[in-house]
């Protein structure tokens, strides 16, 4: 018996060894994808960025960003220069400082579209996206200009991810975290408001949404005020200062 018990265990041990070695192989073969996509994505943001010179929207986006308090006499919201008002700091002003800002932007929502793919579908589905993305046209003139657009997409869509783990979920964390996402979007662009209602239908139609507030905690509370924000988005957006 334990003659025979001895090459049993080590079949075991070797056995399980053999399955954690593959799962560290398919992990690191999946994120080095990952990688070379983003790579990609960035590379085909940056070439020639500096092609042309800023043209009036983008010499805006300059103005508001550098001048104080300028971005109180603009009629857009707030966010993206204030972004770009740090991102120059660092960075510098001249026209590929000042427009990669948006390419970083798009890279990440090249990242962010595989993994919204993955949430709603499945894995293949996730690579297709991110690497239609990658080579959109549309997407990479967008992601080499001094403006909000890419970072709005991005925030929308992030928004629509993180609301659809939340209400598979049903913690206040994720609540939390799909709320963040919208509050930011609407803090990017105006019709990033348009974007988001079909997110109010969505919880609304989710069963079970209750739940949420069962745990009696401060943290619950705010998650089911996440979730009547969602449900009310219309009244809510309009009522912000910066829609208004």
């Known amino acids: 018996m334990r003659a025979s018990e001895g090459p049993r265990w080590t079949r075991a041990v070797n056995a399980r060894s053999g399955r954690l070695h593959e799962t ?4 690191v073969k999946e994120w080095g994808r ?3 996509l983003a790579a990609a994505a960035f590379l085909l943001r940056i070439y020639q960025i500096d ?4 043209w009036f929207d983008e010499a805006t986006s300059y103005y508001f960003a ?3 308090g300028a971005i109180a006499h603009e009629n ?3 966010l993206y220069y204030l972004l770009l008002r740090a991102w120059m700091a660092v960075a510098g002003t001249d026209e590929t400082a000042i427009r990669l ?3 970083l932007f798009g890279t990440v929502f ?3 579209i595989l993994w919204a793919g993955r949430t709603f579908f499945n894995a293949a589905a996730g690579w297709w996206s991110g690497l239609f993305s990658t080579f959109a046209p549309i997407h990479i003139y967008y992601s080499q200009e001094a403006r909000a657009y890419v970072l709005a997409t991005l925030l929308v869509l992030l928004t629509y991810v993180l609301l659809w783990r939340a209400m598979e979920r049903m913690t206040p964390r994720s609540w939390l975290l799909a709320s963040a996402a919208a509050l930011l979007a609407l803090h990017t662009h105006y019709l990033t408001f348009f974007a988001l209602l079909p997110a109010a239908l969505l919880v609304n139609l989710w069963p079970h949404l209750t739940e949420c507030g069962d745990a009696g905690s401060p943290l619950a509370a705010l998650s089911c005020s996440a979730v009547s924000s969602f449900s009310h988005g219309s009244s809510g957006a309009l009522s912000s200062p910066v829609i208004r």
Do not use: D, H, N
């Open 110 to 112: 090249v990242l962010a």
């Open 51 to 54: 092609r042309q010179e800023l």
């Open 76 to 78: 857009t919201p707030p």
């Open 24 to 27: 560290v192989k398919s992990g």
């Open 66 to 68: 550098t001048i104080m």
């Open 34 to 36: 990952v990688l070379l």
């Open 101 to 103: 800002l948006s390419a």
